[in-house]
């Protein structure tokens, strides 16, 4: 049987209670972008779909993979934030800064970016109706 010996403490259960809405926000600031490409293609349907279907590589830890793989979930598309490292610091305690503190950053950076998305296709937006 395996065990896992996690050491809690009260700084750590506020960096769950912290990271829960934060991993939230990197979801929806990936999907408000992807949507948003419909302002000019009229269909966003596929995109947004490619996007979600590399948050299955997500589900599993990422050191599984090679190196292109993880700096695709960790930097460009960075699901890997919305799980695998919150993860890594509760089970392990290690890094906070970066596991704890970039989740914040990116979900900040990727809501910031669905934002910008969203407002440029409302500038532009053309009527699709009779």
């Known amino acids: 049987m395996i065990s896992i010996n996690i050491e809690w403490s009260f700084l750590k259960v506020l960096h769950i209670i912290t990271v829960i809405p934060f991993a939230t926000l990197i979801y929806t600031g990936i999907k408000t972008a992807t949507v948003s490409i419909a302002f000019w293609t009229k269909r966003s349907g596929n995109i947004t779909y490619m ?8 589900k599993y830890p990422i050191t599984i993979y090679n190196n292109i793989v993880r700096n695709i979930i960790t930097y460009i598309i960075p699901f890997a934030f919305t799980a695998f490292y919150p993860a890594y610091y509760i089970l392990s305690g290690e890094n906070p800064l970066f596991n704890i503190g970039m989740t914040v950053l990116i979900a900040i950076v990727m809501m910031v970016v669905g934002v910008i998305v969203w407002n440029r296709g409302i500038r532009s937006y053309e009527s699709a109706g009779s």
Do not use: G, I
Not at 53 to 58: E, I, P, Q, Y
């Open 51 to 58: 996007f979600y279907m590399v948050n299955d590589f997500a």
